[in-house]
């Protein structure tokens, strides 16, 4: 990856991608387990810890230290003190994200013994058109999966199979722990491959059982920037088809970008460019425009929020009209009907039903009435270089253009604010309020530029050398 930062740790749609497959892990494991996963950590140990340390919802993650790579057969030999015998060890790996959980339930089905059957190693493989790279399925006469041969070490007839091998496998641990002590090394990367507990189990008589995964991506791992890049658009594609599929209509859906989650209504029209972080709540009807940025906000129905708005953390009532270039920060509460137009902020304000900003202007720790018009230019001084103050602003007020609210104040019902007034004491109801200095004209003559004699141009010249 040419980075700072562990593989494991780069992010895909906005989330590292162990936390991808450690979500998924712990969403298979029942409430009553003990154990929670086991992350085996090499490269980046340390930042790889961190990470684990800083959420919460992995504080049953146990980690076990691989001193030297020597392979995927290696790399579980470390957890060997750590598996519980009683229970199936499912392999996963750090960098293939997306695996879900119902490919890795029908996986574990397969391997518990289910209909009578006995407990098997179950292996998770794909055809796939391009498998170079991977290693190859062996299969017996019947049909039965009897080894996994690595690419480097296959032969020009075993590079034909298009049968992979994924490396997620559910394996009866017992048995597991008996077949990575008889591990070797002898092969052409001098590592202990994990894939020779197949032919293991075959002698054994364990039974072998493979499943597929419904998408390709599921089983894509990552290894550069590019194969990064690649999943990314990949997955966004898909996350673009399930909305679609919900009733959303995209411009394009190869030109959204979703870093969370996006839950949308029937009807919402989403146009190019569009980024979503966090959690948003899209209702029935909504327009976006193109480039917009919505993270953490839950949107009522019918709202249009106009090209290049920025909306994080605000909750927006019906029928309100954002934008453009509107920029909503967290705490901003937005009743049904209301304007915020270009260049306006709004910032932990609460504004009433059908109030408007439409130009220019800043509102921030306020809150605001119903059917208030704020004109352009205007400001909320809430700052006074150490603390916030609150401006509340009462129902029917009609705020002049390039007005400033020095908080705290009032502003009381149906007052009204001329243009230019900068606000220090409560308004009162139903009053013009204005502060400005007094107009005056005055005889005046616009000064004229000087043409420079040869004398002074010449002085000039001197006093440059």
């Given amino acids: ?61 146990t980690t076990v230290l691989q001193a030297e790579q020597k392979g995927t057969g ?3 030999l470390q957890t060997l003190s750590k598996l519980d015998s009683q229970e199936p060890t499912l392999v996963l790996y ?10 890795l339930s029908v996986l574990a089905k397969l391997a518990d013994g289910a209909r009578g059957q006995e407990s098997a190693l179950a292996l998770l493989t794909q ?24 690419e480097k070490d296959a032969t020009f007839a075993q590079k034909q199979i298009a049968e992979i091998n994924t490396g997620i496998m559910v394996l009866p641990t017992t048995p597991l722990k008996k077949w990575l002590k008889s591990l070797s090394a002898n092969n052409a990367q001098g590592e202990y491959y994990l894939t020779d507990v197949i032919a293991m189990a075959v002698k054994d008589g364990v039974p072998i059982r493979t499943a597929q995964a419904d998408h390709e991506f599921e089983i894509i791992g990552v290894n550069s920037r590019e194969q990064l890049a690649g999943l990314e658009r990949v997955y966004q594609l898909q996350l673009a088809r399930d909305l679609m599929e919900a009733g959303v209509s ?30 948003v709540h899209i209702a029935s009807g909504v327009r976006i ?69 439409n130009h220019l ?27 916030k103050h609150q401006t509340i602003i009462e129902d029917d007020v009609f705020i002049g253009s390039d007005t400033q609210l020095v908080a705290p104040v009032r502003v009381k019902r149906g007052a009204t604010l001329g243009a230019g007034t900068t606000l220090t004491k409560d308004a ?6 204005i502060s400005r200095a007094k107009q005056i004209s005055v005889e005046w003559k616009r000064p004229t530029k000087k043409l420079a004699t040869k004398a002074s141009a010449k002085k000039v010249a001197k006093g440059r050398k």
């Fill in 250 to 279: 995209l411009a394009d859906p190869a030109r959204i970008d979703i870093r969370g989650k996006l839950d949308c209504g029937s009807d919402v029209f989403i146009d190019v460019g569009c980024v979503f972080e966090g959690q």
């Fill in 361 to 387: 202007s800043y509102v921030g720790d306020s809150i605001v009435g119903a059917r208030v018009n704020i004109g352009a230019g205007t400001i909320t001084c809430n700052y006074d270089g150490v603390n």
């Fill in 428 to 433: 009162p109801a139903n009053q013009l309020t």
């Fill in 94 to 103: 750090g960098d293939v994200p997306l695996t879900s959980k119902r490919t």
């Fill in 127 to 150: 055809n796939l058109d391009e498998p170079t790279g991977y290693g190859r399925i062996m299969r017996d006469s019947n049909g039965a999966v009897c080894a996994i041969v690595e």
């Fill in 1 to 61: 990856m040419k980075s700072a930062l562990p593989k494991v740790l780069q992010t895909l749609a906005g989330k590292p991608l162990l936390q991808y497959v450690l979500d998924t892990a712990l969403s298979l494991q029942g409430k009553q387990t003990k154990q929670g996963p086991i992350v085996v950590v090499g490269h980046g140990a340390a930042d790889v810890k961190h990470f684990l340390a800083e959420h919460p919802s992995f504080n049953k993650v």
């Fill in 289 to 357: 425009g193109p480039y917009c940025i919505v993270r953490d906000c839950d949107i009522g129905k019918d709202v249009a929020i106009q090209a290049f708005s920025h909306l994080d953390g605000a909750k927006v009532g019906a029928n309100a009209v954002i934008g453009p270039y509107a920029r909503l920060r967290p705490g901003a509460e937005l009743a049904n009907e209301v304007h915020i137009g270009n260049f306006v902020e709004v910032k932990n304000s609460k504004i009433g039903t059908n109030s408007k900003a």
């Fill in 74 to 76: 290696h790399a579980l």
